[in-house]
């Protein structure tokens, strides 16, 4: 047959801009004299971009001493789908400082451990998610409730070194 088939060419697909979040490291917890945090100002460092987030839910994560150590935003779309990224405050290349889409290296803090150091003894409710965080501390007024960063998926990864603290003896 003499039937020939037109060459087609090859696909390139554009190159991604390379990913510039390992030039960023979170800095914990956030210094004092750090602005306040802006949602709609949120540095992206994989796109280097910065984006205007509008979360539905904005929450803070203490250490023991009530230290900021960085925030969990909400982000729910029209399509009932959501995202929640760690913001933390970063240090970059030069030495810039600003608010970062950019979670911590592991171990994960639990968000709620400046409520149990100064409740040391009282019950301890461990759930999953900033929501329920909330919602137990309103209803279950007996307990402390705390959570860790990530979801589920990184519950593995979270750092339980504060529930083994020695208590100091009179």
């Given at each position: 047959s003499n039937?020939k088939l037109?060459?087609?060419?090859t696909f390139?697909?554009?190159k991604?801009?390379?990913d510039?979040?390992?030039?960023?490291?979170s800095?914990i917890p956030v210094p004092d004299?750090?602005?306040?945090?802006?949602?709609?100002?949120?540095f992206n460092?994989k796109?280097?971009?910065m984006r205007?987030?509008?979360?539905?839910?904005?929450?803070?994560?203490r250490?023991?001493?009530?230290?900021?150590?960085?925030?969990?935003v909400r982000l729910?779309?029209?399509?009932?789908q959501?995202?929640?990224p760690?913001?933390?405050?970063c240090i970059g290349p030069?030495?810039e400082?600003r608010?970062?889409a950019k979670r911590?290296?592991?171990p994960?803090?639990l968000q709620?451990?400046d409520?149990?150091a100064?409740?040391?003894?009282?019950?301890?409710?461990l759930v999953?998610?900033?929501k329920?965080?909330?919602?137990?501390?309103?209803e279950?007024?007996?307990?402390i409730a705390i959570?860790?960063?990530?979801?589920?998926?990184?519950?593995g990864?979270?750092?339980?070194?504060?529930?083994?603290?020695k208590?100091k003896t009179?």
């Amino acid at each position: 047959s003499n039937c020939k088939l037109p060459e087609i060419g090859t696909f390139t697909p554009p190159k991604a801009k390379p990913d510039e979040s390992k030039k960023w490291d979170s800095i914990i917890p956030v210094p004092d004299d750090a602005p306040e945090y802006n949602p709609g100002q949120t540095f992206n460092p994989k796109s280097s971009k910065m984006r205007n987030y509008r979360p539905t839910r904005q929450d803070a994560y203490r250490d023991a001493n009530g230290k900021l150590i960085c925030f969990v935003v909400r982000l729910d779309f029209d399509d009932g789908q959501k995202i929640c990224p760690t913001i933390t405050y970063c240090i970059g290349p030069g030495g810039e400082k600003r608010w970062c889409a950019k979670r911590m290296p592991a171990p994960f803090p639990l968000q709620g451990l400046d409520e149990l150091a100064k409740r040391p003894k009282d019950c301890v409710l461990l759930v999953s998610g900033e929501k329920c965080k909330e919602f137990a501390m309103h209803e279950m007024t007996g307990f402390i409730a705390i959570s860790w960063l990530g979801g589920d998926q990184t519950v593995g990864s979270v750092d339980i070194s504060f529930f083994f603290f020695k208590q100091k003896t009179a």
